[in-house]
């Protein structure tokens, strides 16, 4: 599948963007460790949350829906998993496939995860490490990428570990470990990454203790079941909010917009560069801050991007990279060697595309510099990364002659009515196969 993006679209209208992916993977998991029947509404029916969905299913857990945004998990507590027929796919998702590792280390069976192609392209050392030092027993192919075979019945004990770079995903697999490891579980942060699994952990009744950049838990709890209301994905949001700033004359309203404070940056470094982004009917939601977003066109400026934001908008750079393209001057990306090692390497696969659109930038090893100027057409592909694909759809909003891009069956995984929404909104796509 291929979208074609027509020059000529707009912004506008009102809008709500399918449910937070990182929170819908978590609800599962701890619904699924959790004592009762856990009900989470505003599920994300994309294909990764729905991996998780399914790998929970193979081991045993009672799941209804997703129906309508409304998922029911029967919980089996922590130590009530069964043992994998079959190996687990987990399709596109790194998030699947990382923070399952965790709770799969603690369990009394074995078990492989393994995933797409795409997926098992993707580093697995920097979970391995620390589950290893916890006493689990991970075998990996080839430059510790999956499938990842992880050996049952290894007693697990608490440790403290130093995260080597801002990740959530790490961090929270090894938190999850924690859960069923003998003693303190401890993890201390570079930065500020998403703390969803944090807050739902103290939803679900169990006792997470964070203090100067150190999260920690005692394994041996219990979690309760809970009901949880999922707000908007603000990193699908983004798509949006980037398209009403670049675009003359748009003005755009998202409603119900997830504002974790670690997850906000994608706003921060718009606003830094010029963008005009109200946030209004500010609400607290299940223990996560919701709010509505207005935005409209602004004239934006290149920014050297603090590099204190960038683990807070991780995620949304690719969509940001196309905000700097249409800013005035040069805007610097440091500090973002994550990027690397996402579905694409992220800054490879956006210098790529914005070379072809015709907008100058310099790859480093941990950014990219990016000059803003005119964009132009042609043809860009996504290297089945779905943040790649949407970020240079929005890109057409700006674009002077059509713009293609190759590849993009793998938006499902993310957004799946995304090309309903921007059609809606005004957006000149057309999807061809």
């Known amino acids: 599948m291929k979208f074609i993006i027509e020059p000529g679209g707009t912004m506008s209208g009102t809008l709500r963007v399918p449910g937070d992916k990182s929170m819908s ?46 998922v029911s998990i029967e919980g089996v507590g922590l130590h009530g998993l069964s ?10 998702s790194g998030t699947s496939i990382r923070l399952l590792s965790g ?31 916890m006493g689990a027993m991970i075998t990996a192919a080839d430059s510790g990428r999956p499938p990842l075979e992880i050996a049952g019945g290894q007693k697990l004990r608490g440790i403290h570990y130093d995260l080597p770079m801002a990740s959530a995903q790490v961090k929270s697999c090894v938190l999850l470990a924690g859960l069923f490891a003998e003693g303190r579980t401890s993890v201390t942060e570079p ?8 807050r739902m952990l103290r939803g679900f009744g169990y006792s997470v203790h964070t203090e100067n950049g150190v999260i920690s838990l005692e394994g041996g709890g219990s979690l309760r079941a809970t009901r949880l209301d999922i707000p908007a994905d603000i990193s699908s949001a983004a798509f949006f909010i980037v398209g009403a700033v670049i675009t003359a004359g748009a003005d755009i309203t998202l409603e119900h917009v997830g504002m974790n404070p670690t997850r906000v940056g994608v706003i921060n470094i718009l606003r830094l560069m010029g963008a005009d982004i109200e946030v209004f009917n500010e609400q607290e939601v299940g223990g996560e ?22 683990p807070l908008a991780i995620d949304e750079f690719p969509v940001l990279l196309i905000a700097a393209a249409c800013a005035e001057g040069v805007t610097t990306l440091s500090g973002a ?4 090692v996402k579905e694409s390497d992220r800054i490879a696969s956006m210098a790529e595309g914005l070379t072809i659109l015709g907008i100058r930038n310099e790859v480093r090893e941990d950014g990219i510099v990016v000059h803003g100027g005119e964009l132009g057409g042609g043809s860009v592909r996504t290297f089945h990364d779905h943040r790649i694909a949407m970020s240079f759809a ?31 909104a005004g957006l000149g796509l057309r999807i061809e196969s």
């Open 103 to 133: 709770i799969l280390a603690g369990q009394p069976f074995s078990s492989v995860l393994s995933g797409d192609v795409s997926l098992q392209q993707r580093p697995m050392g920097r979970i391995i490490t620390p589950l290893s030092l």
């Open 191 to 198: 930065a500020p990454t998403r703390d969803h699994t944090e």
């Open 83 to 92: 043992a994998p027929a079959n190996n687990l796919d987990m399709g596109n």
């Open 394 to 424: 929005i890109a057409g909003l700006r674009a002077k002659e059509p713009i293609e891009i190759l590849d993009c069956d793998h938006v499902a995984t993310s957004f799946p009515n995304f090309a309903a929404l921007a059609q809606e």
């Open 337 to 340: 060697e994550e990027l690397r």
């Open 25 to 70: 993977h978590r609800a599962i998991m701890l619904g699924a460790l959790a004592t009762g029947t856990t009900r989470a509404t505003g599920f994300l029916s994309g294909d990764d949350a729905l991996a998780t969905v399914a790998a929970f299913r193979d081991l045993g857990v009672s799941i209804t829906g997703p129906d309508d945004g409304v």
């Open 289 to 310: 801050p919701v709010a509505d977003l207005r935005v409209r066109h602004s004239a934006l400026r290149g920014i050297e991007i603090p590099v204190e934001e960038v």
